[in-house]
């Protein structure tokens, strides 16, 4: 039962009574488990571009900037890099000085390679009197590791990872959001020479990210002959979800109901308050130093392309229903188009008469774009390209999770080892109508593809509920195309020790 401050607390986050009460009953229904058709792979589902399709696409690119396209980065990087310093920070607390685990001993191995090397010396130095080498050889290997993840030292346990320091390059340190401003000349300068680049941060990092902007970006403008137009919001407080018991009774701490952020599925309002025809989507820690980055700025300009032509085209056929000056065999062409090209197939549209079927294909055309590249899966995590039902009986391209999964099912276990690629998160979106009109984008989202998990607070086991995902449910309504792109395009940094790799030592 609702109080009356619980009222006034939901008034003041932005949350309707309405809303509330369907997250409380979500916790009691639960999200149904996708129905799954097949697993997408190349020539079923996967678009795999030869030579001169590449090409084509990359003209496209450069066409549509060249003729004031407006483009923009949108980069995710609210998230802490606690869980990228996990195991550190279990080699903190086993109570051992001598790392004893594989990861550990890799990483003081590596530990000079490490761009934030330097930072860390000259920490160690003013915490302890001795710079990392000499600790490591008087046994203080868990004073270095302090040094660098604890608040009293680098508080890099703390911090998101766009405040790291990730590459060296020549004799400069970058920061992934460095980077991310660097590709962004590379591949999304538009006809005005300006690069429109957002990220999502959280509140208590927000000032630190301008910071680093107001320093980085008049050098990176010389260097690149470009203006940087950077923007950055937080996850909407209207987006947090009520946290209950495991009996599905709202928790609450000192009388007070737990709200809890939704995860980056919230980031579909952000990502609607973007003003742009075309954006690219990339997770924050997804950087490769320039020396590096042919293939990453190579292959956003290829599904860019391949994106204005899918968009261009789908332009045609509306603008061809609209004014009825169309005839059946146009209409077998538009459906063949949403077969082949979008990979939407409906068995039904057979039964349907011609202003039906041209009811079905203009409802289908008329809707937010993406291309996802995808890369082959050699074992990297990342939601797998699958082809799925929805609701109408249609199925379509979906970029699935292992949590919408029955995993209680044989054939559901089986169609997650037998996906050949996964999603990255590598996309490109075509985010206004044929007339220029932004999509309200949240009319886009599957309310059905959420997810319930288990969290531990103050000792208590509560239930939490994230939406759905913001390139899984949040973009289930989209028209969307799956492009296989090379695996040198896909380079994060889950762990530490990842920047050990060849891919981020430049």
Request: hydrophobic share 35%; proline share 4%; with cysteine.
């Amino acid at each position: 039962m609702l109080k009356p401050e619980d009222l006034k607390e939901i008034a003041a986050k932005g949350i309707s009574e309405q809303a509330l009460e369907e997250q409380l009953n979500r916790f009691k229904t639960g999200f149904p488990y996708l129905k799954i058709k097949s697993v997408a792979t190349v020539g079923d589902g996967i678009m795999k571009l030869d030579a001169a399709e590449e090409t084509s696409c990359e003209e496209a690119w450069n066409e549509f900037l060249s003729g004031g396209g407006k483009v923009e980065k949108f980069v995710p990087a609210s998230g802490a890099a606690s869980r990228m310093f996990k195991n550190l920070f279990e080699f903190v607390t086993a109570g051992k000085e001598e790392p004893t685990t594989d990861f550990m001993k890799s990483f003081f191995a590596g530990i000079e390679n490490f761009a934030f090397f330097k930072a860390l010396d000259a920490a160690c130095v003013a915490t302890y009197g001795k710079g990392v080498k000499a600790l490591i050889a008087d046994g203080k290997c868990v004073e270095v590791v302090k040094c660098l993840i604890t608040a009293d030292g680098m508080n890099y346990g703390g911090m998101p990872k766009g405040l790291l320091q990730f590459h060296k390059v020549g004799d400069e340190v970058h920061t992934p959001l460095e980077e991310h401003l660097e590709e962004g000349a590379q591949y999304a300068t538009d006809k005005g020479k300006n690069v429109n680049i957002h990220f999502t941060v959280s509140p208590e990092h927000r000032s630190a990210f301008e910071a680093l902007i107001e320093e980085k970006a008049p050098a990176m403008e010389a260097k690149w002959g470009v203006k940087y137009s950077v923007s950055l919001s937080e996850q909407k407080s209207s987006t947090d979800t009520v946290a209950v018991t495991m009996d599905n009774e709202p928790y609450r701490e000192n009388g007070t109901l737990l709200f809890r952020p939704a995860g980056h599925g919230a980031l579909i309002e952000n990502l609607n308050d973007i003003d742009a025809d075309v954006v690219f989507v990339k997770n924050i820690d997804n950087v490769v130093p320039a020396g590096l980055r042919a293939d990453t700025v190579k292959y956003k300009k290829v599904i860019g392309g391949y994106l204005v032509k899918v968009q261009k085209q789908i332009k045609k056929y509306v603008e061809m229903l609209r004014s009825g000056k169309y005839t059946i065999d146009d209409l077998r062409i538009m459906v063949k188009f949403l077969h082949d090209t979008l990979n939407i197939r409906n068995e039904s549209t057979k039964n349907l008469d011609d202003s039906e079927l041209a009811i079905y294909v203009l409802g289908k055309l008329n809707r937010p774009i993406r291309v996802c590249g995808v890369v082959k899966n050699d074992g990297e995590p990342g939601g797998g390209p699958y082809i799925a039902y929805n609701a109408d009986g249609t199925t379509s391209p979906q970029i699935l999770e292992s949590a919408q999964f029955d995993k209680s099912k044989p054939e559901s276990v089986e169609l997650i080892k037998s996906g050949s690629h996964f999603n990255p998160v590598d996309l490109v979106c075509y985010i206004k109508d044929v007339d220029g009109n932004k999509f309200d984008l949240k009319k886009y989202v599957d309310k059905d593809t959420g997810l319930i998990s288990e969290k531990s607070k103050s000792g208590v086991t509560i239930k939490a509920l994230e939406l759905p995902g913001l390139w899984n449910g949040s973009m289930s309504d989209w028209n969307t195309v799956f492009v296989e792109v090379p695996i040198t395009t896909f380079n994060p940094v889950k762990t530490v020790n990842d920047l050990l790799r060849k891919q981020h030592q430049g």
